[in-house]
């Protein structure tokens, strides 16, 4: 088993038991390949759920770029409702996770079609 098979391994665990979302396996794993070489560094591979300069980086980089979303304050309320719902105190928020949860939440599915 690869790492990265690992880490989409433990992404999908995390949705399961701490998300409460059953995975697309196909999509988490084409999502996690799309973070590229992030998911194998211990920092960029979290998402600090409590730093605003850290959120706002996914809004723009994530949601903007890559999903091709325009700006507005649906943008931030999906980001809060996603960590809110992996746990405010869950110290681990995984990129993957969090982003596949904003492509399920906008439907952006397509995106990694």
Known sequence: MS???ELI???ADDLK?????TPD???LTKVTIGCGPSIYNADSSTVAGSDPSELETVKKNFLMKKLGLADSPSLMEA??????TYGRS???KYRA???YMLVKHFGKEAVYG
């Not at 038991?17 to 979302?21: L, M």
């Not at 980001?79 to 809110?84: K, T, W």
């Open 90 to 92: 869950e110290r681990s």
């Open 17 to 21: 038991n701490k998300c409460k979302v």
């Open 25 to 27: 396996m196909a999509l």
């Open 79 to 84: 980001i809060n409702a996603v960590i809110d």
């Open 9 to 11: 391994a433990k992404y």
């Open 97 to 99: 996770v969090v982003y």
């Open 3 to 5: 790492k990265r098979d």
